[in-house]
């Protein structure tokens, strides 16, 4: 009975550390992580998602984060191709594709990717020109899409989606511009009330023709006329000529007057 006693005394200890090494080695990474394995500081695997084991003391394990990022680059200043200034700020959407890469070949990816997005924000603006950084921003995101990418991509870091949150202008441009926009309303007013005004004259000009080719309808015409008139329950009184008197009077005032 001593003996056994003895070896339990013994054999506990070693239980207990081979539990404690098993539960040190045992690990999880959610199915959104990775984890990058270190086999005495050098770069082994990448295990996960679920369960893995590692070697205590020997292998270390560092979690990297695959879902897509939002980054908020804050407000800079800077100037358009035309020479304008303005205050821009913008929203990257960016997720890790290579997680031992964004972990072995850059120091803080997030930071990075900020700073990065900062300076091509500059470069890009700066090659456009105020009209098309208000009015073509799918052209000019995608183009900041574009060079972010190519700075990040050896990070292992993949940019989704690049937008421009806020333009903000001088105050001096803005009423420029609202003067320019009142311009091309009024221009735009006008040509439509010429237009209008040319497509009245020449229905004009085609019903005279069809009533000169019959007086009867432009008897008929004047009937009309004065019926609508006498609609509106007003004093006016109309007196209608037949065109016969108007053409005797106008070649009795052409006539020739006799020699004294």
Known sequence: MSH??????????????????VAASLCIAQQYERAIVFR?????????????????????QTKVDLRTTTYAVEEQETITRDNVPIKINAVIWSRVIDPARSLIEVRGVAGSVVQVAVTALRNVIGRHSLDEVLKDQESVSQALQETIDRVTEPWGVKVERVEMKNVEIPASMQ????????ALRE????????????????????????????????????????????????????IMMPSEFVNMARAFAERPKPAA
């Open 40 to 60: 005495l500081g050098r770069y082994n695997r990448a295990a996960g998602p679920g369960l893995f084991w590692i070697i205590p003391i020997i292998e270390t």
């Open 175 to 182: 009423r420029a511009m609202a003067q320019e926009a009142e």
């Open 4 to 21: 056994f006693i003895v070896d339990y005394v013994w054999a506990a200890p070693i239980v207990a550390a081979l539990v404690l090494v």
């Open 187 to 238: 221009k735009r007013a006008r040509q439509i009330k010429a237009e209008a005004e040319k497509d009245a004259a020449s229905l004009l000009n085609e019903a005279s023709s069809i009533i000169m080719q019959s007086p009867a309808g432009l008897e008929l015409r004047r009937m009309q006329m004065i019926t609508e008139v006498g609609a509106e329950q007003n004093t006016m009184t109309i």
